[in-house]
């Protein structure tokens, strides 16, 4: 595919549950990115990957959150024992390695809690 | 601490017009400032960005201002048009950080016809 994806692009869980949110990158970009969106808020960091290195970690909000990336492709954000306060949409983005700044978001999963 | 303030909330301009969105950062190693437009629905798209070396950068009817001193920077949409109609956010990074992004809280335009 030409953009990055994601998927489930629509999630409903019940408060407690685990969920795994998926991300295709754009095939060659060395960079990727997991950002949260609540509803009329801007974009909140969680987390980077950039090839080999290990990740940056440091906007997960707790240690429910945790993500994993195989080598340059796939990632997934998981998220344990899901709260309210979890419902957003979580966006995933990847950049071109030496083009860093610019990332290429996808749709996003928009993630609801009840 | 929100590091990054954007203004206005949402903005409404007839077409043909100007639109204006402010945004005002605190820290000073910020040296990336990228603005985003989202469409419903859709994720973020990169519109135009600049770095604190120069004071202005135009790309077609979107133009950003940077003022160093003052900590502030703004997108202008000049001859505003319907389609130009979605959420815009600014955003900063800094010390070559450039996809680990700090966002506005987003400005909603709707451009009238």
């Known amino acids: 595919g030409a953009g990055v994806s994601q998927s489930p692009s629509n999630k409903v869980t019940e408060k407690g549950k685990d969920v795994e949110l998926r991300c295709d990158p754009i095939?060659?970009?060395?960079?990727l990115y997991w950002y949260r969106q609540r509803l009329g808020q801007g974009l909140e960091f969680l987390i980077y990957?950039?090839?080999?290195?290990?990740?940056?970690k440091s906007g997960l909000p707790s240690d429910r959150f945790s993500a994993e990336r195989t080598g340059e492709s796939v990632s997934t954000l998981t998220i344990q024992r899901t709260q309210q306060e979890d419902s957003a949409v979580y966006l995933c983005?990847?950049?071109?390695?030496?083009?860093?700044?610019?990332?290429?978001f996808g749709s996003g999963t928009q993630l609801s809690v009840l | 601490q929100q590091q990054v303030k954007q203004s206005p909330q949402s903005l409404i301009v007839q077409k043909g017009g100007i639109s204006i969105i402010n945004c005002a950062y605190e820290?000073?190693?910020?040296?990336?400032f990228p603005w985003y437009q989202q469409f419903p629905g859709k994720g973020p798209a990169l519109l135009i960005a600049?770095?604190?070396?120069?004071s202005e950068k135009k790309e077609g009817r979107f133009t950003i201002s940077f003022n160093k001193s003052a900590k502030q920077f703004s997108l202008h949409i000049m001859d505003s048009q319907p389609g130009d109609s979605a959420t815009y956010f600014c955003?900063?990074?800094?010390?070559?950080?450039?996809?680990?992004?700090?966002f506005g809280q987003g400005t909603e335009l709707s451009v009238k016809p």
């Open positions: 983005a990847s950049s071109f390695q030496g083009l860093g700044e610019k990332l290429f």
């Open positions: 095939s060659g970009h060395t960079a």
């Open positions: 990957f950039q090839g080999n290195s290990a990740p940056d």
């Open positions: 820290n000073t190693a910020f040296d990336y």
């Open positions: 600049i770095r604190p070396d120069v």
């Open positions: 955003a900063a990074s800094k010390n070559n950080q450039g996809g680990k992004l700090i």
